[in-house]
């Protein structure tokens, strides 16, 4: 999985509690992003990284913060965790734009 | 608003035979298209790249092609295995200045042998 991890890989939390996904490459790529793929709807982008501290929103942003305090780290924080969030995360990370993505192994969330 | 399809959620073949998949767009003018395939429990992985001047891309037994008049894309795989058995995705240039990715909701390939 081209040196990217993802932890946890298996989460389920309670409605309300905050949650934090961190991804991690080894990789030295630019960007990261981070997707929910749910059935029916594919992968959507809910934020994505362009250099250390420098972070956007993607598609389904709302609910979800990010950070990136080193290039090799991108995390993902649930502020209050709904069930409408149980879904399986994937981390990606690319040279540039315009170039392959590679995906992490994913974290399946379950909130109760 | 912008819109992928990728044809019926499911596609059952022969093995053999040659799969074809589609992706079709709305409201896109892609620089790029790109197919992936994903395993269940796996993160997806890369396949081919096409760019919108580029009408075919070929790779082993994988073969793509981007019609930009059509705002379609069709990927094929020859002598298809069982092991070829998996979703595979199609993602379009989504634009704007960050360029990301935007992802349809894929197609289930199942090689019957």
């Known amino acids: 999985d081209a040196g990217i991890t993802q932890s946890p890989r298996h989460k389920v939390t309670e409605t309300g509690t905050p949650v934090t996904l961190r991804c991690h490459q080894t990789e030295n790529h630019r960007y990261m992003y981070w997707y929910r793929q749910d059935p029916g709807h594919g992968l959507r982008l809910i934020h994505y990284?362009?250099?250390?501290?420098?972070?956007d929103k993607g598609e389904v942003s709302d609910g979800y913060s990010v950070s990136r305090s080193k290039t090799e780290d991108f995390l993902l924080t649930l502020e209050s965790a709904t069930s409408s969030q149980t879904s399986v995360y994937f981390c990606a990370i690319s040279e540039s734009t315009q170039e392959t993505q590679y995906f992490g192994p994913g974290t399946r969330l379950l909130v109760l | 608003s912008q819109k992928i399809e990728q044809n019926s959620e499911a596609l059952n073949i022969q093995e053999g035979k040659t799969a074809t998949l589609t992706c079709n767009y709305t409201?896109?003018?892609?620089?790029?298209l790109q197919w992936y395939r994903q395993d269940p429990g796996r993160g997806p992985v890369f396949l081919l790249l096409i760019r919108e001047n580029e009408k075919e891309k070929r790779k082993e037994r994988l073969k793509v092609t981007f019609d930009t008049t059509l705002k379609q894309s069709l990927f094929h795989i020859t002598a298809s295995q069982p092991a070829d058995s998996a979703t595979y995705l199609c993602a379009l240039d989504g634009g704007g200045s960050a360029r990301q990715l935007t992802f349809g909701s894929g197609t289930q390939l199942t090689v019957l042998p």
């Open positions: 409201n896109y003018s892609p620089a790029y």
């Open positions: 990284s362009y250099g250390v501290k420098d972070t």
